[in-house]
């Protein structure tokens, strides 16, 4: 042992052994920090067995160590690496790499706290020496790493990513028997010395986590506020042997987020954006999100999706030409390696299962900052619209429409709109007409119109806008009860109503 530890090291190493620390953990509170002899543990052993170590390992066999409780001890490693190994071909990620993130029972900080505590006084420590021996400490779950991730590289065929993380994340949980009853011991023992001591921490803990005494959060802020001497005051030192090992309470998998993007015509004047629920009960029976979406999430597999567009259309609005700007987050997939193949492949499928819904553009792979473009978007961009609109008492002079086309960024005030009232607050918005563009119908674009008036005193026309996001078109038109000022009534003097409205273009550079 001389051969890697130092004298203080050897000391330390040897009173963790009598009490029954298992041998890695003998090694990490000495700080040897080459993980190859936490790797071997054979070629530890032989080390340990060389040395005088050998006359006082009293603890040996199929007891779990009072510091680690197990985690680093070959009886609960293999079948911790077996059900990790079976969490993982059970959930089938594509993911050629993989991250690791441990969560351990907290009474090994306090098991660890008092340890280093022990040593200290066993050996005499300055306050120094004392601060230097607790940084040198390893972190179990830095060893644990050291010693598992080069097991499940072989195991589960993906390679640990140690630089950067992985997008594919294995979230391993270790549960301990008596963990709550440690803390909430070790709680009841400082009783009201701990209260009267930090009383402004203890109303904000209570505030915090409620009567929830022995939360892990509730637990850390009380190891952090409380001294060395108030914590042995009320510990065991050293610690108690445990009488069982720790086991392993849950595996998860989760892969990051992929996101997808591109554009979308909406065709129908009966289709939603989004599924629409009235207390709990679907009032479409589709819509565009489930047309575009339920397709991907088939193919990658994903869990959940998340849909998000730059602005919306109403249920009786289309959206045509060059269409809609969207993105879609697939949350946790298992299909991540996405091919520019199989992202034209669900054009097509998206396109040929519906009338409603085409997709205009390629589907590409977007990253964050695309979505920040998208989200910014929708308060730069300018919008373009058609509107059909009718003049319920029409001028004598057909020529006045055209006093529209000589009209420039026009500045209207739109209150919140009675349609949207019950989920927008009542707020007045600011918004700019940039132009527009005004003309008489011709009789055939007034063929599909339902019920469309035949009567003189109605006269039809086509009016197009170039507006502000975020305007509220149909109520520019018919001017929402005086709510938007000026509305098309106000300029033209007459009463004006939308028929059809169609957005016919969303100038945002995208995808």
Sequence with gaps: ??????????????????????????????????????????????????????????????????????ILQSEVEESVIESIKQKVQNENYDCSTFTCALTVPISLFLRE?????????????????????????????????????????DIIGKRPDLTTPSPFLLEIFFSYVNDENECCTLLDQLGNNYNECSEQERMNRKRKFGNNKCSRKNIESVMISITDEMFQK??????????SFINIGKVLCSHSSIFIGGRYNKLSRQLCQTPWFIDGEKKMETSVQDIICEPIVKAVKAESIKFQSSGRE?????????????????????ITKISTELLSNLVTIINDSSTQVKITTNLKLLTRDDLKKLKEGENVKTKFYRALCVCRNAPQDKSNIELLNELKNVEIIQKTPIRVLHRRPLTPRVRYIYDMRARWAKPEELLNLPNAPTDTDNMFFVLDVRAQAGTYVKEFVHGDFGRTKPSLCDLLNTEVDIVALDVTGINLDWP
Aim: glycine letters at 4%; hydrophobic letters at 35%; aromatic letters at 10%.
């Design 314 to 334: 109403d249920v009786d609005v289309r959206n045509i030409h060059s269409g809609r700007p969207f993105a879609i987050e697939l949350v946790n997939p298992r």
């Design 113 to 153: 706290r008092s340890l280093h505590i022990y040593i200290c006084k066993k050996l005499n420590l300055t306050k120094d020496e004392y601060s230097t021996f607790k940084y040198k400490t390893l972190n179990v779950k830095d060893i644990w790493k050291w010693i598992a991730l080069p097991k499940l590289e």
């Design 234 to 243: 009320y510990y065991l030192f050293p610690p108690v042997q445990p009488d």
């Design 1 to 70: 042992m001389s051969s890697i530890l130092t004298e203080e090291g050897e000391k330390i190493f040897h009173l963790l052994r009598l009490e029954g620390c298992c041998l890695r953990c003998c090694l990490r509170f000495t700080g040897c920090n080459n993980p190859k002899y936490y790797q071997n543990l054979d070629e530890l052993k032989n080390l340990v067995q060389s040395s005088e170590a050998k006359k006082v390992c009293v603890k040996e066999k199929d007891l779990p160590c009072i510091a680690c409780l197990g």
